[in-house]
């Protein structure tokens, strides 16, 4: 009785395990659901359309937010919005079968935070290098010009 009790949990446990790790719309088994795929790509839809109209909103003049806040509500935004993408339409995981996937995203997240960083410290160090004097200037006040 017992060992039939603890293979029943078992499967049931292993079942929950695999189900627990899946993005919203991936296919388990054999037969698609046509109709639950349909429904998370709409859940989707609906949270990616509704983060953008907020970001519309935020970046309108909104008086609800403090002014200086307004790039941190829309970083916010961006980022919630890039998660409904990675989540409900490239399905990215943390499942073992996903770790390709993952680390091609890191990667890409990597170069591209180099990219901005780069060029970022590149314009810096132009427009500290490149600045005119200021007594060039103001040729005007120079003497003897």
Do not use: C, K
């Amino acid at each position: 009785m017992s060992d039939h009790s603890n293979v029943h949990l078992s499967h049931h446990h292993d079942h929950a395990d695999r189900r627990a790790d899946t993005a919203p719309g991936d296919q388990e088994g054999d037969h698609p659901d046509v109709a639950g795929a349909v429904r998370n790509y709409l859940i989707g839809f609906v949270l990616a359309a509704a983060l953008t109209a907020g970001s519309f909103w935020v970046a309108s003049g909104t008086s609800f937010l403090y002014v200086p806040g307004v790039p941190m509500a829309l970083a916010a935004l961006a980022i919630g919005q890039m998660g409904v993408h990675l989540a409900f339409f490239l399905h990215i995981t943390t499942g073992p079968d996903n770790t390709n996937n993952v680390i091609a995203l890191a990667f890409g997240v990597l170069i591209v935070g180099i990219v901005i960083a780069g060029s970022l410290w590149i314009m810096y160090h132009l427009n500290a290098n490149m600045m005119v004097p200021g007594n060039l200037m103001d040729l005007h006040r120079q003497p003897g010009l």
